[in-house]
């Protein structure tokens, strides 16, 4: 059962927003499942912290923090960055990206959220290869893995999935399987080859559907 009490309403109004200000990262569909995920970690009480590889401006961190604050949950949200853009791509991606596409600085991400007057994420700014072993905290709730591409989720995928907590869980954007959701768009093929090759088969990776062309994967580390 969640309380929200009068946060709902503050909810309701940032959703609204995001769409407007952040419509080309975030969408209803995504918000509907990271609100729920968060949502079911904080109920069933899953210790850890909450992550968020790849935050570009900021949107979906905002989203994430305020669904915190609605609930009563301050545990601080780490967002990883390179906040230069994305690295090369590599002939897994299948798609050519150029160097430093996507790029937002600190600055976009702290207006973002003073925009809202809410505690900024602590932000460790780096290429995940340099930053996520040493700068992730011990024990992950939940993460979101939004880099785009193969090489990032290799390295996000082998450093986030060993410190999930029980009952813990990654939501893996762009991880898209047209089997499973035969309306979803195949824009980074790369997300998908790392975590089967990450996972194997059968995958434990769940395809979330919403009412677009959502590509969502969703793994839950088991509770036993
Ligand atoms: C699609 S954007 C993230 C959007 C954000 N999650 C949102 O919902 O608003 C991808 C971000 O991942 C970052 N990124 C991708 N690969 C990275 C890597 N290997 N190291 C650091 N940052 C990376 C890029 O800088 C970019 O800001």
């Known amino acids: 059962m ?16 995001l769409l407007t200000e952040h419509g080309e990262t975030v969408d209803p569909d995504r918000l509907r499942h990271v609100r729920a995920e968060v949502e079911r970690v904080v109920a069933q009480g899953v210790p850890g912290a909450v ?7 900021g949107a979906m961190t905002l989203w994430i923090r305020s669904v915190l ?5 301050d ?9 230069e853009g994305l690295p090369d791509t590599t002939e897994e991606d299948e798609i050519v990206m150029p160097l430093g596409a996507m790029s937002a600085s600190q600055a976009e991400v702290l207006k973002t959220f003073e925009a809202w007057h809410r505690t900024p994420p602590v932000m460790h ?13 011990g024990q992950i709730a ?29 939501i893996l954007d762009d991880y898209a399987d047209p089997e499973a959701n035969p309306r979803t768009v195949v824009k980074f093929p790369g997300v998908k080859t790392a975590c089967d090759e990450y996972f194997g088969r059968p995958t434990p990776v769940e395809v979330l559907i919403g009412e677009g062309d959502l590509a969502y994967g969703r793994y839950v580390r088991p509770s036993s």
């Not at 969640?2 to 927003?17: C, F, K, N, Q, T």
């Not at 992550?51 to 401006?57: P, T």
Request: contains cysteine; aromatic residues 12%.
């Open 2 to 17: 969640i309380e929200y009490g009068a946060g709902a309403d503050v909810l309701d109004e940032l959703h609204r927003w």
């Open 75 to 83: 545990r601080p949200v780490h967002v990883f960055d390179s906040f």
């Open 125 to 137: 700014p780096g290429w995940f290869e340099d930053t996520l072993h040493d700068g992730l905290p």
């Open 69 to 73: 604050d609605a609930l009563g949950d």
């Open 142 to 170: 939940f993460g979101y893995l939004d880099g785009d591409l193969y090489s990032s989720t290799v390295v996000s995928l082998a450093e986030c999935v060993p410190r999930l907590a029980p009952g813990g869980a990654l």
């Open 51 to 57: 992550v968020e590889l790849g935050c570009f401006r």
